[in-house]
């Protein structure tokens, strides 16, 4: 211990940071070979301060453990003098993880042995300022000395940035020289009047995709991120990859066809086709279809369907299954190498933690590849056998396995196999042999990287790079497949797409537009960190985009009757309502005006309450679009003294008073149905024991759904189709329903307008 | 009495009402709603669909091995007897257990093979009352023939004969499979563990002509089966256990008293024999002291188990010569080594009260058999009978012997179905499960069709048979000015080859059932069915390659590059006898009748000759003899077809030689 701390000290690390270092084995055990090397050379007091630190650095920022010692020695022979020249040794190492290293390329690219003289420095800086020298006495000193720096920089290579800075100030002060009151003055802030800013407060999902935003590696360079591991065939394989590939970027969304797709994965899909798309390059939309038992067509069908709906194209659309007999094969090859192994234990003994290790493990390769054979030809019942791949997983799980028997019928393979390769194997080959750049996944997946590059590399085939990203979690409601079966067959629900649910058939249904869910994707980002997010967030993007594509309508759900006295009975005529009251230019449509109106039952009261603006005896309200404001004349009442119908006079809005509020009204409306909805789930994290402790189905908000059977809708929304969408006025964003018929429009309340309804 | 169209239409609408209450109930039984789907139902019904899917699989895993991944070869019979049964029994659902006949046509124009099951089949209907043409019915099976890797075309001949043509291109595959993986057995659906019994000759007797045809048919037997994959036991259950060494040892005793520390120079046993059963019919201390040692070898006495050992060695020594002259590899396990099992075997029989006494003796009865076995005389000792079940018994249990064969001569077919009846009837096998059959053959005759015996009447000593086989062996090749062409050595060679092989073939060659009249001037005829015969073509198909100076690399190399053509009648007849090999090999398997593999192997030999007669080989200038031309894929039916008689040589027991 005390030895380890003065060996750092030694090299001039303060007492705390070597202290800190040791806490750090990893490092600490490179530092201290690196310094040794160090000593060998030097001796033991002979290392300096300088050499110390660069020492440190490497040691700290190099990934790749086996040039430790190359790196060392360059340091130590004073090759790598700077911090400059360390960078792009480290970069070096990094685009070069084979070997040998070429010495000569190295030396080049550290600028080993450069020697810049300070006249060379001076003259760049020179050279510089002159350039600039009208904006500089322009700008004095406000003007951005940075790019002074920055330029005379990339003249001179290696020259050390503190004597350029030196420099620059020097030769400035004897421009311009000593500043003044003015110079020392803050430079007044520039209004930045961006549309882009202020219209989206976040960068467009493109933008967030596109070029090295995301740090991703370039095609190719696949071994330039962390954690990849390359073998003595990996740059072959690469290049044979980039032949292939032409240096496109190929993304694929991978979902399993056994379920509906929900929120969650309109991340996926954006991500996936998003990064593609934004870098020109293509996505695969491919269904991981290893699990004969759970494929259904409807599935297929389905998830297609709403990738389009997203507005998204795939390049190609594949099947794992496509690839099964290439499967088989890769797999004998594994099992040729000694990498997998034909295992019988049974299911049972695998479960949990700390499963015993299987007797099998070391048996003959030529047994394995025999027993594979037979389990391929059925001599196997279900569950006698399987194929393992020798392996642990990053969770410690031992031997994964590779194939299992099934005797069922594929859906596309039909009665060809009875083994089925399994997810941890398929993926990786799959995504392997479409010669994928970037495997995007969630981060639930990242105890599977290592076994994800182990198989490709065990098989020496073009090994993907595995990028995870945070999975997107919403509150008050619940995705997984199994739960919405249950809400399903308790009639909590009533299908897969009731629109309380937040799978994308539910959403399209409820008349969420694909472009809201999108932008929700952008809002909450492509971070790796896993996002929990409100529904009301997305429900803004909805309205975001409903507000400008949505044509309004005039809707009345509880209807009251209101029979205008001076005008006369057959009078009939049109009001031309404006389709975006914002923007009229973008059309209008015509609604009768009769006599008899209807009104919001809540847009009347008979007694006057404080601040209330709409219609009571005494106060005249205004009819929207109408040009007329009423005034009531006689209430009407049932025997139980319920307030059935009104009448009123009206007159032109041009000769009455202003009128404090102005209200919808609907006149020879249709009769529709509407059904508004509310979240289904009363608390935040329905599956949250803790919060819910009787389960999610015991979580039911029972008002999550109001059907109002016999709502009145201006005619305008005659005709409209299925997931056609109006703002009704003052009551929200509709969405026609696929239960409509002919007779009778059904209505899905989309989103209210505001966020916060029932003010009154 | 009322109006009686009243009272008709009453009973009328009556009736009416009840065949709608009946119909209402068919219908409703024919659609059974109310039958609740219980859990366990639905279970089973899964378990039934992967069960199906599971057959499926390996079904096809079975054809797809035998057609492409063994090297196996296949067995073109019973692949079409595959194809048609599917045919047969889709066309005909009605018939439990319709006939399947496919059987090689001798006749090219009738198509390769036939299947002749229509005619058995309308029978069959026509006895449940149903009346089909038989030509229909092959219509019908020609239809529902699946798709298949083998059949050309079909057509219906005669009453309803069906014509199997086969693909040439599938043929042809077949024969280059067979050139690169060489004569392979067809697959073995289940390796079985086979207990061969023969030879069995008695100690200090002589082997007689009797023992020669049990050695050559056992060894032959044992030889098939291990060929077609089998784990095979060859046992000589030798007659070394009885009275008659009581009196041997005291004869030894008296004649060699040091015979512990000197081995005594017995080489005419047969003659010692003689001297000790005279003393014993003569001498009455001589024949108590025989019994006395009768006692004391019974109860392992070490100086007398030697004195057996030593007597029974030089009788080994005398076998083992006839045995090396054959080429017989057989495990010697006598009468004595079930000695200890008998008194088990006689136990668990009394123990399950299937003896009874009958005189003194305990006997057993098996039902249905004439005889009773007696495992017990009224000494106490025990017979043949009691040796026998201990045998059979402990081949099956300690074995584990799935197939057991007995090849003695027929005399003794009735002692042994009585022993099988009996340990059926114990409970020590199924029939269905384990196979025991008793391989019988007729008696060796003489010239004069008498009983095979030396012109002084005594019986031929077997080794005094193979001498002069060998001598007159050596005389034919000199008439035929053999030795001054071949080389000392390989003279020698062919005299044995031709020697013994002939001895062996003749023999294998008849039916083993009948009796079979020996003759070295028919078995070394080289014209006909016998060995001398094959021995010759075999050696001149061996020579064509050579003379044509074409070594075997080429060959092998030409088998997998060059594809064998068969648009000649005669190399299409070739190419198919060759390819019967495997069905030859299936039948001798179920019969036990290897004259069958003999036939098979001069109807190739004449095949080939009628091919090599028409076809041309090698082309040679008519001047200068030179080699002008090779046709490879016909030197390439020449060798498979001397690679099939090789195999077959060696299933018979004969060693063919390159020259002769």
Known sequence: MADTLTLFTSIGLSEQKAKETMKNEALSSALKEAVTQAQRVHGASGVDKAMGTLLYNMASRLKDAKRLAFLADSIVQRKICTELQLAAALDFVKSHPQDPINQKEFEEACGVGVVITPEQIEDAVESVIKKHKEQLLKERYHFNMGLLMGEARSALKWADGKVIKNEVDMQVLHLLGPKTEADLEKKPKVKVADNKVSTGEVKSLMEQLRGEALKFHKPGENFKTEGYVVTPNTMSLLKKHLDLTGGQIRTRFPPEPNGILHIGHAKAINFNFGYAKANNGICFLRYDDTNPEKEEEKYFTAIKDMVEWLGYKPYAVTHASDNFQQLYDLAVDLIRRGHAYVCHQRGEELKGHNAPPSPWRDRPIEESLVLFERMKKGLFAEGEATLRMKMVMEDGKMDPVAYRIKYTPHHRTGDEWCIYPTYDYTHCLCDSIENITHSLCTKEFQARRSSYYWLCNALDVYCPVQWEYGRLNLTYTVVSKRKIIKLVETGVVRDWDDPRLFTLTALRRRGFPPEAINNFCARVGVTVSQTTTEPHLLESCVRDVLNDTAPRAMAVLEPLKVTITNLPEDSQVYVRVPDFPANEAKGSHMVPFTCTIFIEQSDFREVMEKGYKRLTPEQPVGLRHAGYVISVQKVIKDAQGNVVELEVNCCRSETAEKPKAFIHWVSKPLTCEVRLYERLFLHKHPEDPSEVPNGFLSDINPNSLQVISSALVDTSVKGAKVFDKFQFERVGYFSLDPDSTADKLIFNRTVTLKEDPGKI | MGDPVTDYTARLQQQEREIQSLSAEIESLKNPQDLSSSPRLDELREENAKLKYRLNILKRSLQEERTYCSKSMMNINQRLQEVFGEAIRASCPELDNPPLAVTPNQQAKFGDYQCNSAMAMAQMLKAKGIKVNPREIAEKIVQNLPDNELTQKTEIAGPGFINIHLKRSFVSKLLSNLLINGVQPPPLASKKRVVVDFSSPNIAKEMHVGHLRSTIIGESMSRLFEFLGHDVLRLNHVGDWGTQFGMLIAHLQDKFPDYLTVSPPISDLQAFYKESKKRFDEEEDFKKRAYQCVVRLQSKEPDFIKAWNLICDVSRREFQKVYDCLDIQIIERGESFYQ?????????????????????????????????????????????????????????????????????????????????????????????????????????????????????????????????????????????????????????????????????????????????????????????????????????????????????????????????????????????????????????????????????????????????????????????????????WRMLLCEATAAVMAKGFDILGINPVQRM
């Open chain 2, 340 to 632: 200890e099992m008998m008194t088990e075997v006689v136990k668990e029989f009394e123990e399950k009260g299937l003896l009874q006494l009958d005189e003194g003796r305990k006997v057993v009865f098996v039902p249905g058999q004439p005889i009773p076995l007696t495992v017990v005389k009224s000494d106490g000792g025990y017979t043949y009978d009691t040796s026998d079940l201990a045998a059979i018994r402990q081949r099956i249990f300690d074995e584990k012997a799935d197939v057991i064969i007995y090849v003695t001569d027929s005399g003794q077919g009735t002692h042994f179905q009585v022993v099988f009846a009996a340990a059926q009837m114990i409970g020590w096998y199924d029939p269905q499960v384990t196979r025991v059959e008793h391989a019988g053959f007729g008696v060796v005759l003489g010239e004069d069709k008498k009983k095979f015996k030396t012109r002084s009447g005594d019986t031929v000593r077997l080794m005094d048979l193979l001498e002069e086989g060998l001598k007159r062996s050596m005389d034919k090749l000199k008439e035929k000015e053999r030795d001054k062409v071949l080389s000392q050595e390989e003279l020698i060679k062919a005299q044995r080859s031709v020697a013994f092989g002939c001895i062996k073939y003749a023999d294998l060659s008849h039916n083993r059932i009948n009796d079979y009249v020996f003759s070295f001037d028919k078995m070394l005829d080289d014209r006909g069915n016998t060995a001398a015969y094959l021995l010759y073509a075999f050696t001149r198909i061996r020579s064509i390659a050579r003379l044509a100076n074409i070594d075997e690399a080429t060959l092998r190399k030409a088998a997998e590059t060059t594809e064998v053509i068969l648009d000649h009648d005669k190399e299409w007849k070739l190419g198919k006898c060759i390819l019967r090999f495997p069905e030859i090999l299936q039948k001798i398997l179920d019969d036990l009748l290897l004259h069958t593999l003999c036939d098979y192997l001069y109807e190739l030999a004449t095949t080939f000759t009628e091919f090599y007669d028409s076809c041309y080989c090698v082309e040679k200038d008519r001047q200068t003899g030179e080699v002008v031309k090779v046709n490879m």
